[in-house]
């Protein structure tokens, strides 16, 4: 190897150690509050923008109820919960994909659509997951209770 390729390599990996030196340092409490800023802005965007996430935030309050009370085990009850949030997590991420589909151009155009449909499908998979885990943590305290 030339000397000028071992200083070349040298340099890159010199960048890269202070890249990754740079992203494992901590946050300053100034980045930390502007960020939490950036997430709450996000929050009201979506809560008072997106009727489809609040009537979905609807579904994952009463189901959080509903799993609070139901006399299944605690991590039985931590699936049920996360399930549904993960779907609302999938609204969330569903809504910021139409966002930045609509901000390119509010045309028509098939590319635009697939990448919508896609993100919809998303939320349909999270929704479907949850609605699988429910179904089987159900029956299994149905058949428990009254089958057994």
Aim: aromatic share 10%; proline share 1%.
């Amino acid at each position: 190897m030339k000397t000028e390729d071992i200083r070349t390599k040298a340099e890159e990996l010199k960048n890269k150690a202070a890249e990754f030196k740079a992203a494992m340092e901590l946050k300053s409490p100034e980045e930390i509050k502007a960020a939490t800023e950036h997430s709450v802005r996000g929050f009201r965007a979506v809560l008072f923008g997106e009727k489809a996430f609040r009537t979905d935030l609807v579904v994952f309050l009463a189901s959080t109820a509903v799993a609070i009370v139901l006399p299944v085990t605690w991590c039985e009850r931590a699936v049920l919960v996360y399930t549904v949030f993960m779907a609302l997590m999938a609204e969330i991420i569903n809504t910021a994909i139409e966002t930045v589909v609509d901000r390119i151009s509010t045309e028509y155009n098939e590319l635009s659509g697939r990448a919508k449909d896609i993100a919809s499908c998303l939320v349909f998979a999270a929704f479907f997951g949850a609605g699988i885990c429910w179904a089987v943590i159900l029956f299994g305290l149905v058949y428990e209770r009254f089958i057994k």
